[in-house]
C-alpha cells in the first residue's frame, strides 16, 4: 500500500485535502483491494468511505475538517485487504485552527469636538489562520448627537476603510464606549473605541472682514458683550498677549468667529506683514495656526523708494478682506510688492484659503491696467499703470463679488495717477479699471489705510488725493478732461463700467493740490440715514483731510464744482471750520449720533449729530493729545449700551499707547496702557496709521513686530 502526501493540513470550513492512494502489485499480485480508512478525529469526513483498487491503478479521496473539528494532529490509517492479506500506509494529519479574523482600529481612542470637523476611525480586518471572507461592521455605542459616516462597513481582509465620526453643535460633552462589532458568517468580534466629546461654547462675537468693521467704515463694533466701562481700568484690564511676526503690521487685523480649524472650532485673528506674509493665530490661545509668505520663490519684498511712508520694505500694506462664503472654506483676499531679480517691481492679487493658508487656484494675478489719456507716464496715447510708481495703501474693499483697489504714490515722487481696479473675486480676472486723473498727473488713493466705502445700492465712496482737477465743467458740470484730483468721489459700476457718477471740490481745490493740502489724506465715512429738520431722509458722508475742514456732504448730491469764494463752498451741505487743530490724516468713527474725529497733533475730539447737522464745535474732547500722524478711533458697544472709544497714540518714534474714553465725554478716560505699574502694558514703538481692532473682548493693535493684545486680566 501507498498513500501521497504524506502528510495533509486540514482548515475546518476550508477546502478538502486529496489523498492518493495505490495498490503496488508484487510477485504478479492481480486480486482487487479493498481500502478502508481509519484514525479520523471528530469533525473530519473522508469521502469515498472506501476504495476498491485495481492494482497499480492509483485513486484519490478527498479528507475534510468541518468548522465544528477541533485544532490538533492525528494519524490516518489506510488498510488494504485482499483475501487474506492486508497492508497499510499511514497520512499524518493536522487540524489547524479555523479561518478567523480580528478587528483593529485606528486611532484606539477618540477626542471629538461639538460642531468642529469630524474625526476619520480606520478600521482594518486582519484574515487569521487563511481567512478569506468579507467582514460587515455595524457602529453603536454612539452618544447623542455623535454621527457616524458611513455608518456600517464592508471589509476585505487586510483593506483598511474609514468611517468619521462627527459631533453637532448641540452635543453635550461626554465620555463613551463605541463598539465596531464584525461579522462574518457565524463569526463574530468586537473592536471597542473610547470616546471623549468636548462641548463647544459657540462665540457670539461678529466676525470683522474689513477695515472699520463694515464698508460704510463706522469703526463701530455694536456687538462687543465682554468689555464694559466698569471692566476696563488699570485693575482688570491690560495687556495680555502679543503675536510676534516677521514684519511691520501696517494693516488692521481681521477676524473670524467660529472657524473650524484643524479639527477644532476656532476663533481665529488675520495678521499681514510688510513682509509679505499672512498669519492665522488662534485668537484665544495665541497659537500660530498657519503662515503664508505670498512673496514668490526668488523675489523679495519691494524697498521704500526712498520714502518714509512704508518703509523699510513694503510687502502687504493694505488691510486685506475675507469672504467666508468664497471657495471651499472660505477665501481671504490680499495685495502685496515684490521686486525680482532683475529689479522688476510686481504688484499682485492674492486670494488664500482662510483655514489652510494655501492660495487658491488661480492666484495670484499680475496687477496690470491701462487706459485712454494723455496723462503722467502715458504712451500713444495711454496711460499705463506702473507698479513700481505704486503701493496698494488703501483697505480692499469686497463688493457684489468684485475686489476693489485704490493706488497711491511714494511720497508724491515720480509719474504717477489715480487709479481704481476692481477683480472677480471668483477668477481673480480684472473686472473694472478707472483712473481719476487721465489727462493730469498724481490724484492718487491713499485715504491713510482706510479703504472704498459703499452704500447698499452699491455706489462706492472715496476721498482722493491733491492732483489735477478740470476747472473747465461740460455741461452737466463734471471736469471736461475727467481729472478729478482733490476730490469726495461718488463712484457707480451698474453699467458694467467704474464711472465718477457725483463728486464735490472745495472751491479753492487747485490752490490746495498746489500744498499738498489735499482731501484724499483722510478716509471717508458713510452715516445711517438721518432724518433733518424737516423730515427728510439725509444719505451723508463725512470726511476731512489736511486744509482741517470736515466736509459733510449729501451722498445723493455731492456738489460738484463751485470756485466762488463768496461764500466759500456753498455747493455741500455742511462745512466745519476750524476745529480740527491739525492735519487730519485719520477716518472718524460714528456711535449713538456722535463723530469722533482724532487730527495730527490734536485732541480726540466728539461732534454730535442733531437734525442730520454737525455740530459746529466739539461736545468733548480727550486730554490727551495725539502725536503725528493723529488717531484713527473705533468703538465697541453692545447696542447702544457700554460704549467705549479706543484710541492710540501710534508714532514711529515714540512708545506707542492704548486710550480707552467714555463716548458721551471724551474728558473721562476710562484706562490707558501709561497707568499700570512699569511696564506690564508697555508694547513698544508705534507703527504709522495704526487702527485697533475691538472684539471678543479683546483689543489687537499693530506694532513694528506683531500684534499686541489686551484684554482682561487673569484673575
Not at 105 to 124: D, E, K, Q, R, W
Not at 221 to 247: C, H, M, R, W, Y
Not at 557 to 578: C, E, H, R, V
Request: charged share 10%.
Amino acid at each position: 500500500m501507498s498513500s501521497t502526501p504524506a502528510a495533509i493540513t486540514l482548515v475546518p470550513g476550508g477546502a478538502g485535502q486529496k489523498i492518493s492512494v495505490n495498490a503496488v502489485p508484487t510477485n504478479s499480485f492481480a486480486g482487487m483491494v479493498t481500502v478502508t480508512i481509519a484514525g479520523l478525529p471528530p469533525g473530519v469526513t473522508v469521502q469515498p468511505a472506501t476504495l476498491t483498487l485495481t492494482p497499480g491503478t492509483s485513486q484519490t479521496v478527498t479528507v475534510t475538517a468541518a468548522t465544528t473539528a477541533t485544532a490538533g494532529s492525528a494519524t490516518l490509517t489506510l488498510s488494504g485487504t485482499s483475501a487474506a492479506l492486508t497492508h497499510t500506509a499511514t497520512v499524518a494529519a493536522t487540524i489547524s485552527a479555523p479561518p478567523d479574523y480580528t478587528l483593529t482600529l485606528s486611532p484606539t481612542s477618540l477626542t471629538i469636538v461639538a460642531g468642529a470637523v469630524g474625526a476619520p476611525v480606520s478600521v482594518t480586518a486582519n484574515a487569521v489562520n487563511s481567512f478569506t471572507g468579507t467582514v460587515n461592521v455595524a457602529i453603536t455605542g454612539l452618544p447623542t448627537g455623535v454621527t457616524a459616516n458611513p455608518a456600517t462597513l464592508t471589509l476585505a481582509p487586510g483593506t483598511a476603510q474609514s468611517t468619521t465620526l462627527t459631533a453637532s453643535l448641540s452635543a453635550a460633552a461626554t465620555t463613551s464606549t463605541v463598539a465596531f462589532t464584525g461579522t462574518s458568517g457565524s463569526t463574530t468580534h468586537i473592536a471597542s473605541l473610547p470616546l471623549t466629546v468636548q462641548a463647544t461654547q459657540i462665540t457670539a462675537a461678529p466676525d470683522v472682514t474689513t477695515y472699520h468693521y463694515n464698508i460704510a467704515r463706522d469703526g463701530l463694533n455694536s456687538q462687543e458683550t465682554i468689555l464694559t466701562p466698569a471692566n476696563v481700568n488699570s485693575t482688570q484690564f491690560g495687556k495680555i498677549g502679543f503675536d510676534t511676526v516677521d514684519g511691520k503690521v501696517d494693516a488692521e487685523p481681521l477676524y473670524l468667529a467660529n472657524l473650524t480649524v484643524a479639527g477644532l472650532l476656532r476663533n481665529v485673528l488675520y495678521v499681514a506683514t510688510e513682509h509679505g506674509s499672512l498669519y492665522a493665530f488662534d485668537a484665544d490661545t495665541n497659537t500660530q495656526l498657519w503662515k503664508t509668505s505670498v512673496i514668490p520663490s526668488g523675489e523679495v519684498t519691494s524697498d521704500d523708494h526712498g520714502c518714509s511712508q512704508i518703509t523699510t520694505e513694503i510687502g502687504i500694506t493694505s488691510t486685506p478682506v475675507i469672504d467666508r462664503k468664497q471657495g471651499v472654506n472660505g477665501t481671504i483676499f490680499t495685495v502685496a510688492m515684490s521686486k525680482d531679480t532683475n529689479g522688476i517691481y510686481h504688484q499682485r492679487l492674492h486670494a488664500l484659503d482662510i483655514v489652510t493658508g494655501v492660495e487658491i487656484t488661480g492666484s495670484p494675478t499680475e496687477i496690470t491696467g491701462s487706459t485712454p489719456g494723455i496723462g503722467d507716464n502715458s504712451h500713444n496715447g495711454s496711460v499705463v499703470f506702473d507698479p513700481s510708481q505704486y503701493a496698494e495703501r488703501a483697505a480692499l474693499l469686497l463688493l457684489n463679488g468684485n475686489i476693489y483697489t485704490g493706488w497711491t504714490s511714494h511720497c508724491d515722487a515720480g509719474l504717477y495717477t489715480g487709479w481704481i481696479m476692481a477683480y472677480s473675486e471668483t477668477t481673480l480676472k480684472q473686472t473694472q479699471l478707472l483712473n481719476l486723473t487721465p489727462n493730469g498727473h498724481m490724484g492718487s488713493v491713499w485715504m491713510s489705510g482706510n479703504g472704498l466705502a459703499a452704500d447698499s445700492s452699491g455706489n462706492i465712496y472715496l476721498l482722493d488725493a491733491n492732483g489735477t482737477f478740470d476747472t473747465t465743467l461740460d455741461t452737466n458740470g463734471f471736469p471736461a478732461n475727467g481729472d478729478y484730483g482733490n476730490a469726495m468721489l461718488k463712484l457707480t459700476a451698474t453699467t458694467g463700467k467704474l464711472a465718477v457718477a457725483d463728486y464735490f471740490e472745495s472751491y479753492n481745490t487747485v490752490s490746495q493740490s498746489s500744498q499738498d493740502l489735499d482731501l484724499g489724506s483722510g478716509g471717508a465715512l458713510l452715516l445711517p440715514d438721518l432724518k433733518d429738520a424737516n423730515g427728510v431722509v439725509r444719505h451723508l458722508i463725512v470726511g476731512a483731510g489736511k486744509d482741517k475742514n470736515i466736509y459733510l456732504a449729501d451722498r445723493d448730491n455731492l456738489g460738484k464744482f463751485n470756485p466762488s469764494s463768496a461764500p466759500m463752498d456753498s455747493n455741500i451741505y455742511q462745512k466745519i471750520t476750524g476745529q480740527l487743530a491739525g492735519l487730519n490724516y485719520t477716518t472718524p468713527s460714528y456711535f449713538n449720533n456722535v463723530l469722533y474725529y482724532g487730527a495730527d497733533g490734536d485732541a480726540l475730539k466728539a461732534f454730535p449729530l442733531t437734525n442730520a447737522k454737525m455740530a459746529t464745535t466739539p461736545s468733548s474732547l480727550s486730554v490727551a493729545r495725539f502725536a503725528h500722524p493723529g488717531t484713527t478711533p473705533a468703538i465697541s458697544a453692545n447696542g447702544l449700551q457700554n460704549g467705549i472709544v479706543w484710541a492710540v497714540e501710534s508714532s514711529i518714534s515714540n512708545l506707542a499707547v492704548l486710550h480707552a474714553y467714555d463716548p458721551t465725554n471724551l474728558a473721562h478716560e476710562f484706562y490707558n496702557s501709561s497707568q499700570a505699574a512699569g511696564t506690564r502694558d508697555g508694547f513698544g514703538n508705534g507703527n504709522k496709521f495704526i487702527t485697533p481692532l475691538v472684539v471678543n473682548g479683546k483689543v489687537y493693535i499693530g506694532t513694528q513686530t506683531g500684534v499686541a493684545i489686551f484684554g482682561l486680566l487673569p484673575h
